[in-house]
């Protein structure tokens, strides 16, 4: 029986620590369903190990004809019925189907936030834990607590906890202006503008595609050619006029000389 002091584990632990797939995907809930921890989910998966593993013994009696074993499918069926797991026609083939996050959808902390009580689940786990929700009036303090079917719409926030006013400012902006919380458009939904010319009523035909011009290849221009460089001739030297001029007087006088 043990101490009660120190209760036993609720949960098992998988069977090797270090596993990189199974590591990814259990921290890929935790972000995603806001746990604490991953006791919690190991405590869920461990709660959804007995379901699958009782089925799996009914299924093989019911088979020979038990009829006690008929009796213990029906209190289970009617068991996961209350807790909104399976529904009413669901046979014990649908529970060895269930995984991990149809249990993680029926916990308080994840139905209020996908009730719109919140901002986020790490939220809707704080306004759990501080005694501001509400079931039927009675206050629940434990974010895993499994919601039955016929309690999810019972679930609201405390009577006397100030975010039952509605101009908190802790509280969801889109409940704020209406009341419930508002779905995002999608690009689908919203409207374009018809443009002018154009008759919004009949439907609109794609223009097709332009087809690319074809463009001339640019030639390329032609290197200029590199003119020679002519070389200085010396300029050519003018005869002495005065030179000449001398001499031919010189000449003359000489010759006018001689005759005499």
């Known amino acids: 029986m043990g101490d009660p002091k120190f209760s ?9 620590p270090w596993e990189g797939e199974r590591i990814a995907n ?7 369903y806001g746990l604490k921890n991953k006791q919690e989910l190991w405590r869920t998966e461990t709660q959804l ?3 699958r593993q009782r089925a799996r013994e009914l299924q093989a009696k019911v088979r020979y004809g038990d009829v006690q074993a008929e009796k213990e499918r029906d209190e289970l069926m009617m068991r ?8 009413n026609e669901a046979s ?16 308080l902390q ?6 719109g009580l919140s901002n986020s689940a790490k939220q809707a786990r704080q306004f759990i834990v501080h005694g501001h929700v509400s079931i039927d009036g009675k206050k ?19 009577g006397h906890s100030p975010l039952a006013d509605d101009m908190h400012p802790a509280r969801p902006r889109d409940e704020l202006d209406t009341g419930t919380p ?14 002018e010319g154009v008759d919004p009523s009949k439907p609109t035909v794609d223009a097709p595609a332009a087809e690319p011009v074809p463009t001339k290849p640019v030639p390329e221009p032609a290197p200029k050619p590199v003119k020679e460089s002519s070389k200085e001739t010396p300029a050519e030297k003018k005869p002495d006029i005065k030179a000449e001029t001398v001499v031919s007087t010189t000449a003359s006088s000489e010759n006018v000389e001689g005759e005499k």
């Open 8 to 16: 036993r584990k609720k949960y098992d632990t998988p069977s090797h």
């Open 26 to 32: 259990e921290n890929e809930l935790l972000r995603k």
């Open 49 to 51: 190990r007995v379901f």
């Open 80 to 87: 996961l019925d209350n807790l909104g797991v399976i529904s």
């Open 92 to 107: 014990l083939d649908d529970i060895l189907t269930l995984d991990v996050e149809t249990l993680l959808g029926r916990r």
């Open 110 to 115: 994840t139905l209020a936030y996908m009730k």
């Open 140 to 158: 629940i303090t434990i974010p895993g607590y499994m919601v039955k079917r016929s309690e999810e719409d019972a679930l609201n926030y405390l």
């Open 182 to 195: 508002q779905a995002t458009p999608t690009p689908e939904s919203v409207p374009t503008e018809p443009t």
